[in-house]
């Protein structure tokens, strides 16, 4: 699974909170602690207003590559603060995120097209978010289209089809299972990502309705995710998924995993 | 799901002293707590020698239908024992276990054809348990076969297609997955069941193996467990799933056991 943790975030009340008063432990902290707990990248997004977000970005940004080299998800709602932050990050990371709404593909894929850089794309465009897999997957026709176009392999793109809370479903998860199971049909390179929590909104013991979702979600080809890396049930129960599904033999990665102390009691 | 409380087993080391000791309080006290955690059937199992099992049952039977109407999962090795335990019983439950192993079947399903009795069957035979799904299945053919001789409705049939240890496992619990959906395929009513804390053996941090099993294998069939009904994170998530996999409209039995306290916070 490729961890992006999510908790340098300035609308996360702590961090916003930090971010306005230059506290640079709080978020050396949380950049060491999402390493230790195995994060692939680590998500930093500035939630500030955007004529101090660049600045707020490189502030962020220096911070924690000075006590880690996890890579970053460069995360940003405006293609353009991306664009000016890309060159701040000393290797190539993950842009979070484009989608087919305005100019962001077109903004962001040339800057990227010809490095490593890997890039988190949403299923929804100018009309908002799809409510049928057929039009998100009419969606994602759309970015592949563009992907081709500037030479983006389909293995540095994580598709993330949207997940919605379940509380108002009547048929549960079913249509973001069919996107996702058809895009990995489509193309068995591809990333699937998302932010598991959005299932749970408005339930209670959201913690319990994760867990499951992220299981289901893993059965139906997510291999990229976007939490908080140092809920440890939950950072578990991803390994004994993998090992479920055939992916660890032997169960070696989740035993190695556990003898770290990323999740279960601390040895 | 069907939940078929576990915890009234005389392998269990207190319970089993329990029983030595004839501590009426604790075994009724393990009937009236499973039942308020939602069981189906609360599982009764002596665990004594054969000579004292019949009587030991009797004993354990008339406590737990003292205290709680929940129908009973009548568990013994003993086709015999079982036989002479089902008139205790006040209400028609379920019987634990036949396989195809020597007389079983031959014995359990004259007596419980033109009952409600449900019965436990698990895919092994006379050479053990089969090590490939299309021996397995090929069990269970065979199962059916009796089954049909004896007009015992698949509705009332609880398929145990054994859960093994995922430690020992290269291709994670594909077979098993294989085996209970070609299962479903063939028979839409029948239940598939089994032990799900099996999986876990031998590895750390089990609850979390568990918990991972049950929902991939949920998403496969399994609507029927013998499990602990007091692990309340293990509820939570049968209830969850059943919401993702589109089985609770709106979420309306998780919110409502999660109000009841069966997971989550206790209000």
Redesign the interface.
Known sequence: MIVIGEKINGSIPSVGKAIAEKNEELIKDLARKQTEANSTYIDVCASVEEDIEVETMKWLLDLVQGVTDTPIAVDSPSPDVIVKCLPFCKKEGLVNSVSMEGDKVDKIFPVIADTNWEVVALLCDDTGIPQTAEKRLSVFADLMKKAEEYHIDPSRIHIDPLIEM?????????MVVDVMTEIKRQYPTIHITGAVSN?SFN???RR??N???T??AM?SGLDSAIFDPLNA?LM??IY??E?????????ME??SA??EGI???KK
Do not use: H
Request: glycine residues 10%; proline residues 2%.
């Open positions: 379940l509380c108002t479903s009547e048929d549960g998860i079913k299932i339930l209670p013991a319990i309705v867990m499951a979702f299981v289901l059965n049930d578990g129960l004994a998924t090992a479920l599904l055939g992916q660890d033999d032997y169960c989740y035993i556990y003898r999740f279960g009691q």
